[in-house]
């Protein structure tokens, strides 16, 4: 599976974005799917995660802010990102794995495929 992350940008306090990751390959329905962001000088952190079924978790941080969810006939997953805030200042990277949901899916060890980030700056 090969991923690529797009719909960054430059937002003000309050903004929102729409973050899309396209995957190649077969099967997609099959993943787990997840968001996971690093701002500079930080540890990556999870974000929130699809599961195959369609369940939804979330980071508390961005809970009720941001929304993820996915769509398998186009093969992508996004993360609408509301209300932004300064903190949510990082580079926004999607993953995929079929077992990560049942291992731990806040854990980016987990998963097997990593996209290549796409970078969300959000000014006050």
């Known amino acids: 599976v090969q991923l690529q992350a797009s719909g960054g940008g430059s937002v003000q306090a309050g903004g929102s974005l729409r973050l899309s990751c396209a995957a190649s390959?077969?099967?997609?329905?099959?993943?787990?799917m997840a968001w996971f962001r690093q701002a500079p000088g930080k540890e990556r952190e999870f974000v929130a995660v699809v599961s195959r079924t369609g369940g939804r978790q979330y980071n508390t941080d961005v809970k009720g802010r941001f929304t993820i969810s996915r769509d398998n006939a186009k093969n992508t997953v996004y993360l609408q990102l509301n209300s932004l805030k300064p903190g949510d200042t990082a580079g926004y990277y999607c993953?995929?794995?079929?077992?990560?949901?049942?291992?731990?899916?806040?854990?980016?060890?987990?998963?097997?495929?990593w996209g290549q980030g796409t970078l969300v700056t959000v000014s006050s």
């Open positions: 390959g077969r099967s997609f329905s099959s993943y787990v």
């Open positions: 993953a995929a794995d079929l077992d990560a949901y049942s291992r731990g899916y806040d854990d980016g060890s987990n998963y097997l495929y």
